[in-house]
């Protein structure tokens, strides 16, 4: 299992209603499924990534997340989880708000752009990089934002989102300190 | 051709054992039901009665007659979804989809599609015999709508046995009886596959129909209808097919299969015949529509597709209320004639209630005729939908 949908997967309580915005080929969401016996349905862009999900019993629908939430009324997910997608919206602002409305609480992965690693990279090398994390070049990335996790506790805390908890991953697994520094992920389960 | 060829006059005997193995060749069945008095009651308060529906089966129905899916056959369709006829020169019109190990697996399900009311392929329509004048309907056949066919239809699910499908599935107006199938009769189905449909008829599609229908009674051989036993309305049929032919292509497809290739000939003649490719497509199409199809059952088909509108009564949002089943919901991407965004509204009213259902819009250039050739995708998207279903 990979190690973001491991501790995506403890965030969970068993029987909830999840959505996944960005769900890719529904992977995360079919363990979702089965091991917390959640009832899910996907957002997804790819066409290919929709096969996969419908092979895997998983509901999704073909769309983009920057248009797709108006469909559902308030609070009618328990879960709605923004993994590794975020950083590719066009508008993630909006997508936040949206994912707060929508669901009870919010399960946010995000790639961690200040890392040592890419720090090093852009102070040494003078070079944009290129991480675990981070695996694009320039001209290839899909992701259109640039984060750190420091950048996410603040944008939360000036729109008054709680964070009910926040896990930092590095190739070991998870880190328990200098989350800014260490971490590749960052996976944080916020509310409004 | 013997203009009477779509009227049938046959007495008609349902099959007598259900789970009979279907020999090399597929054969028509016919059951007829709503006798005097107990004619059915159409949407617009007429009574039509008695009423038979041409339908074929594929694969055995299980012990425990759950493995059943009804597919609805599109505009011109017919009962011949699978398999072949004895002399056939072509397979049923979604052999690539239903058949052993296809997508609608005939090894795991059993496959049924029934002929619509007021179509002409062995089910009662306008070419049929009216019981009370012994002479074909003509324009004396009372105006069908989507959920006329669809009512007809769950009384062959009836004397079937079947208490509930596994899935409904067809696209285009068969993509319409689906989705009227399951707000009508929720707790008959598990599931349902909606391919290039829409839930009411648009102003262009309806424009477009009229067209067609304007072409055919303008023929002076359509009579009002009464052309049985004399010269079929071949041109007005003929125009009618072609516009079909283009609306159900994509500019793509059409660039793709025949950009401005000549006919037969190395230069432009300069005159009335015809040159280019695409101009013998659509004569050589057209002709062959007037063989094969009833034109009073155009009108009667293309007519209750325009009537339809799942959102009449209420709002759309208002229409899945109660609605339990699964849906798998196919569009394309080139398909002008019934484009994404009706589905994806569709889509958009099960969400806010809480219907599962899943939406995808396949990358194609072949148009409205997608469902019926793009085959690879759909094929992955049912077969595993189903088997996720039967699980």
Not at chain 2, 7 to 28: G, Y
Not at chain 2, 156 to 175: E, H, P, Q, R, T
Not at chain 2, 280 to 288: E, I, N, Q, T, V
């Amino acid at each position: 299992m990979r190690q973001d949908h491991k501790y995506i997967l403890e965030m969970i309580e068993p029987n909830s209603h999840v959505l996944d915005l960005g769900c890719g080929d529904g992977e995360l969401l079919s363990l979702v499924m089965k091991e917390k016996k959640c009832r899910a349905a996907g957002i997804e862009i790819d066409e290919k990534a929709i096969y996969k999900c419908v092979e895997r019993g998983v509901s999704v629908s073909h769309g983009d997340i920057d248009s797709g939430l108006a469909d559902y009324s308030d609070k009618r997910f328990d879960y709605v989880i923004l993994n590794e997608s975020l950083q590719e919206v066009m508008n993630p602002e909006k997508v936040i708000a949206e994912a707060l409305r929508v669901g009870k609480k919010v399960i946010v992965g995000i790639p961690n752009f200040c890392n040592l690693t890419a720090r090093i990279q852009i102070f040494f090398l003078g070079r944009v990089p290129v991480t675990e994390g981070l695996p694009y070049k320039w001209y290839n990335t899909p992701n259109l934002r640039f984060l750190s996790i420091k950048d996410f506790r603040d944008f939360c805390a000036d729109r008054s989102i709680v964070i009910d908890r926040e896990c930092a991953l590095g190739a070991q697994g998870e880190i328990a300190f200098a989350h800014n520094l260490l971490s590749d992920i960052a996976i944080f389960l916020i509310h409004k | 051709m013997n203009p009477r060829a779509c009227v049938h006059l046959r007495p008609l005997k349902p099959c007598s054992s259900l789970l009979k193995m279907t020999p090399q060749f597929i054969e028509t069945q016919y059951f007829t039901f709503a006798n005097a008095p107990n004619e059915i009651v159409l949407k617009s308060g007429v009574k039509l009665g008695p009423v038979t529906l041409a339908y074929e089966t594929y694969g055995k129905l299980n012990a425990d007659k759950s493995n059943a899916i009804l597919i609805f056959h599109a505009l011109t369709g017919d009962a011949h979804a699978a398999g072949w006829h004895k002399d056939a020169k072509n397979p049923g019109w979604w052999d690539p989809m239903i058949g052993p190990g296809k997508a609608f697996d005939t090894d795991k399900y059993f496959i049924i599609c029934a002929n619509v009311i007021g179509g002409c392929k062995g089910s009662t329509g306008p070419s049929s015999i009216n019981p009370a004048t012994g002479k074909p309907y003509g324009l004396n056949f009372p105006v069908i709508t989507i959920e006329d066919m669809v009512v007809s239809q769950k009384y062959l699910i009836d004397y079937l046995g079947i208490k509930k499908l596994l899935a409904v599935s067809g696209g285009s107006m068969g993509g319409l009886m689906a989705l009227e199938w399951s707000v009508r009769f929720p707790e008959t189905l598990q599931s349902a596959i909606l391919i290039a449909t829409n839930y009411k008829h648009t102003a262009q599609q309806i424009a477009l129909h009229e067209v067609a229908r304007q072409a055919i009674m303008a023929d002076p051989n359509w009579n009002k209808g009464d052309y049985y036993g004399r010269e079929l309305p071949a041109q007005g049929m003929a125009v009618s097919r072609m516009i079909g032919h283009i609306t159900y292509m994509s500019e793509r497809s059409m660039e793709e299969k025949f950009g401005r290739k000549l006919q037969g000939k190395e230069k432009v003649g300069y005159d009335f015949s015809h040159d280019f490719e695409v101009e013998s497509y659509l004569k050589y199409r057209g002709a062959s529509f007037v063989q094969r199809f009833d034109a009073n059952s155009y009108l009667y088909l293309s007519k209750a597709l325009d009537y339809f509108d799942l959102s009449e009564n209420k709002d759309l949002v208002g229409a899945f209320k109660g609605v339990k089943n699964k849906f798998l919901i196919i569009t394309f991407t080139s398909d002008w004639l019934y484009p994404s965004y009706q589905s994806k509204d569709i889509v958009r009213a099960m969400k806010a209630n809480d219907v599962d259902v899943s939406f995808i819009e396949i990358e194609t250039s072949y148009g409205h005729d997608s469902f019926l050739v793009e085959i690879d995708g759909q094929s992955k998207l049912v077969s595993h939908f189903l088997s996720n279903i039967s699980k």
